[in-house]
């Protein structure tokens, strides 16, 4: 209820703000799904927020959750903390857990904002959570420098299906999360 609520204002906001336009299906189908996107800014997961139908929940740094306000809000609307500096067990057991309920899950592979395409930046953090969690994917790009009322472009990309990929052949983690990463980016081969 929170979440919708809080989108709901900030659509009004994000609206007087900035100018968004929608490129591609923004209507996320049912069932679990990762939507993965670029990360430019902190306003990133806001546009994500409001241009689409579901609830997403974020995985997010866990300096965020440090602020006993900004812990309870984040985990209100549904995000949860990654500790970035080693393997976080507990965030890969939440997000699986989001995606066996059949939610959306956002997350941005690079791990941090960048401003170089690269594909250095992508972490198989995200490969893994696909193929253990048996989920497709949301690419998305957000091409924009958020000044006020500049433009701002939400490319939604093709879903890319989890059941197109062998899960079990070697480095699978690594080539789902590339394939990802070339969504987002328009990366041709």
Not at 57 to 83: C, H, Q, Y
Not at 107 to 117: L, S, Y
Not at 127 to 141: E, F, H, M, T
Request: glycine share 4%; hydrophobic share 45%.
């Amino acid at each position: 209820m929170l979440y919708n609520v809080l989108v709901f204002i900030i659509s009004i906001i994000v609206k007087i703000v900035f100018r968004v336009k929608i490129h591609g299906n923004n209507k996320l189908p049912e069932g679990r799904l990762i939507l993965c996107s670029n990360h430019n800014s902190l306003l990133d997961p806001v546009i994500l927020a409001v241009t689409t139908n579901r609830q997403l929940s974020f995985m997010a740094k866990k300096e965020l959750f440090e602020n006993s306000f900004t812990n309870w809000l984040f985990r209100k609307i549904g995000a949860f903390p990654v500790d970035r500096s080693k393997a976080d067990f507990k965030a890969i057991k939440d997000a699986l857990g989001i995606l066996k309920n059949d939610k959306v899950l956002g997350i941005f592979p690079e791990g941090t904002r960048v401003t170089t395409v690269s594909l250095d930046n992508i972490k198989p953090g995200v490969g893994l959570l696909a193929s253990r969690g048996k989920s497709d994917i949301q690419p998305v790009n957000i091409v924009t420098d958020y000044k006020f009322f500049s433009r701002v472009d939400v490319f939604f990309r093709d879903i890319i299906h989890i059941e197109d990929y062998d899960l079990s052949a070697e480095n699978i983690n690594q080539h789902i999360s590339e394939d990802i990463y070339k969504a987002i980016y328009k990366i041709e081969e």
